[in-house]
């Protein structure tokens, strides 16, 4: 799953940012529509405790005092005051909403650049493949 450098990226140590790249994380049971909840072999520790309350969206990933990181999903707040560490590039979305229980995931992180173009090029194929369609339905 690719993300995106949060608001808050900067305050976390390099130890915990790296650590939310390097490790494979699990969904905890108790996730829900609201957040994915997620566990991994070590806490993303070290960043600030709390923040102003501030909006967040589907894909935040916020990071509250136990350092196991919560991804914001469709039903979640529409503000929050944990730390947001990452955000995940909208071209994975779609992937986010689908993990169960018990999946496991790990994230890549990339510029909002990368994430753009990546997004583009999937509009782009989603394009080509209606247009093919549409052909061979009017032949």
């Given at each position: 799953?690719?993300?995106?450098?949060?608001?808050?990226?900067?305050?976390?140590p390099?130890?915990?940012?790296?650590?939310?790249?390097?490790q494979?994380?699990?969904?905890a049971p108790d996730?829900?529509?609201?957040?994915?909840?997620?566990?991994?072999?070590?806490?993303?520790?070290?960043g600030?405790?709390?923040s102003?309350s501030?909006a967040?969206?589907?894909?935040?990933?916020?990071?509250?005092?136990?350092g196991?990181?919560?991804?914001?999903?469709?039903?979640?707040q529409t503000v929050?005051?944990?730390?947001k560490?990452?955000?995940?590039?909208a071209?994975?979305?779609?992937l986010?909403a689908?993990?169960r229980?018990?999946?496991?995931?790990?994230?890549?992180?990339?510029?909002?650049?990368?994430?753009?173009?990546?997004?583009?090029k999937?509009?782009?194929e989603?394009i080509?493949i209606?247009?093919?369609?549409?052909k061979?339905?009017?032949?």
């Open positions: 799953m690719r993300i995106i450098a949060g608001r808050h990226w900067d305050t976390f390099n130890s915990a940012r790296d650590l939310l790249t390097a494979e994380f699990r969904v996730s829900n529509r609201m957040g994915c909840r997620l566990e991994g072999s070590g806490a993303l520790l070290g600030p405790a709390e102003l501030e967040v969206t589907f894909g935040t990933i916020q990071v509250p005092p136990s196991k990181p919560i991804v914001l999903m469709a039903d979640r929050g005051g944990y730390p560490v990452a955000e995940v590039a071209v994975d979305l779609h986010l689908q993990l229980p018990g999946d496991r995931l790990r994230f890549e992180l990339v510029s909002l650049a990368q994430a753009q173009a990546l997004w583009l999937r509009e782009q989603i080509t209606r247009e093919a369609v549409e061979h339905l009017t032949e």
